[in-house]
């Protein structure tokens, strides 16, 4: 009998622990099919990790982790170049914690396509990493808990607000990067 996959926010690992798993996959080609740009607003623990995590296998041409799935002879395989963040991992201390964060994030995705990156500041860095990812094809932008450094300082505004206007000319870069996106998907 498969288990439960309780807690399992990653769909490799979901996988290769061989729990039980209700195939969804139908509702990703239908999403990638009628747009581009998504954003997902749902209930805590209601998946929305697990398909960014989901996203991030498919797009990355990962086909063998969706055998027996609809998906799996429903998808072009090609691998894409895939930027994913989670901005749970990002410290939020201050709006300059938030912006090393970032760059650090940023930076591992270069490296993990053999990019380097050559700027301080994170919004152009942010941009000079999607138009390098684009000469590899059409750039997917997966972004898990978007607002979570914002969240993280409710309690103090003026932390909050500074955070905020951070964030705002980061995902602010996402418009001027159209041509070089692919999918893009927040929650």
């Known amino acids: 009998m498969k288990s439960l996959p309780v807690g399992i ?6 996988v290769s622990r ?7 996959t139908r509702f990703l080609v239908e999403l990638v099919e009628r747009g581009k ?3 997902l607003s749902r209930p805590r623990r209601f998946g929305k990790s697990l398909t960014v995590s989901k996203l991030f296998y498919l797009f990355s041409g990962q086909r063998e982790l ?20 989670s901005m749970n991992l990002i410290n939020s201390e201050s709006a300059e914690s938030v912006k090393k ?16 990156i050559d700027n301080t500041d994170v919004s152009t860095a942010f941009f000079h990493l999607l138009y ?9 932008v997966l ?7 914002i969240l993280d300082n409710l ?9 905020r206007r951070v964030l705002r000319t980061f995902y602010g870069t996402l418009k001027d990067a159209d041509p070089y996106l692919r999918f893009l998907f927040l929650t």
């Open 9 to 14: 926010q990653d769909f490799k690992d979901l």
């Open 18 to 24: 061989n729990c039980l798993y209700v195939d969804k």
């Open 37 to 39: 740009v998504f954003f």
């Open 66 to 85: 969706f055998e027996g799935t609809f998906i799996h002879d429903h998808w072009d395989w090609k691998p894409h170049p895939v930027v994913r963040l």
């Open 101 to 116: 964060g970032l760059m650090f994030h940023l930076n591992l995705v270069a490296s993990s396509y053999g990019l380097t």
């Open 132 to 140: 390098q990812l684009s000469s590899r094809g059409g750039v997917t």
């Open 143 to 149: 972004v898990d808990e978007y607002e979570s450094p």
């Open 155 to 163: 309690r103090e505004p003026e932390k909050a607000e500074s955070i």
